[in-house]
């Protein structure tokens, strides 16, 4: 069956660059969410997006944005990186919003900025 | 079907209490428990348990474990008003990269 996917896997940036991470949820999936998971460190929510409408916002900081398009597939664009910004990042996707009790992950993009 | 079910649903207590909220799960392949507090909107995360028998705790809130009972309990010691909330549930299955949540326990604490 098909997963979620996250494009890059890997992605090395320097210090204030921009980053682009993509999310392609499972075809039929209309929710997407967004995790941060950082070095030794426990996953932390970041965002959702329901229908193309951000749903649920967490712990995002202002310097990163999100959106869900047409397709569903959805894109996470961080600027001006710091090095704090290393860490695993999951994309998961669900079907039916909040009332779905069942998230599929991605595998994940590693992001290191140095 | 990989379920994870959480007692109690709702949970009204007084200020200065101490609370213990249960989760339990069947699933095909158990790799991790988390724990989240939802207020308003946005879950927190509160803590990820992989290892029988190792309690976790962050000040006020400990967790722990049990593999052999396929289960897990939150303690809250000491409860204040900002302690009212959802608290979830999740268990992470190995393979299938799912996040299966449990319904939910209310909690209110009252002063």
């Known amino acids: 069956a098909a997963g979620v996917i996250q494009s890059p896997r890997h992605l090395i940036k320097e210090k204030r660059e921009t980053a682009t991470l993509k999310c392609y949820p499972i075809p039929r999936h209309d929710t997407v969410y967004w995790y941060q998971q950082g070095p030794g460190q426990d996953p932390q929510f970041l965002i959702s997006f329901y229908e193309k409408m951000q749903s649920d916002k967490g712990s995002i900081p202002d310097r990163f944005s999100a959106q869900q398009f047409s397709d569903y597939h959805s894109e996470l664009n961080m600027s001006s990186l710091e090095l704090g910004d290393s860490a695993l990042y999951f994309c998961?996707?669900?079907?039916?919003?909040?009332?779905?009790?069942?998230?599929?992950f991605g595998p994940g993009t590693r992001l290191t900025v140095t | 079907e990989d379920k994870v079910v959480q007692s109690p649903l709702s949970l009204v207590v007084h200020e200065g209490d101490t609370v213990t909220l249960n989760c339990s799960y069947e699933?095909?392949?158990?790799?991790?428990l988390l724990w989240y507090k939802q207020e308003k909107k946005a879950p927190t995360f509160l803590f990820m348990l992989t290892s029988s028998g190792i309690e976790k705790k962050s000040g006020r809130l400990s967790s722990i474990l049990d593999k052999k009972e396929l289960s897990s309990i939150l303690n809250i010691t000491a409860t204040q008003t900002g302690d009212s909330a959802i608290y979830l549930c999740a268990v992470l299955i190995q393979g299938a990269q799912k996040l299966v949540f449990g319904q939910g326990t209310r909690l209110t604490i009252n002063p």
């Open positions: 699933v095909t392949n158990f790799r991790s």
């Open positions: 998961a996707s669900s079907f039916g919003g909040a009332a779905s009790n069942e998230q599929y």
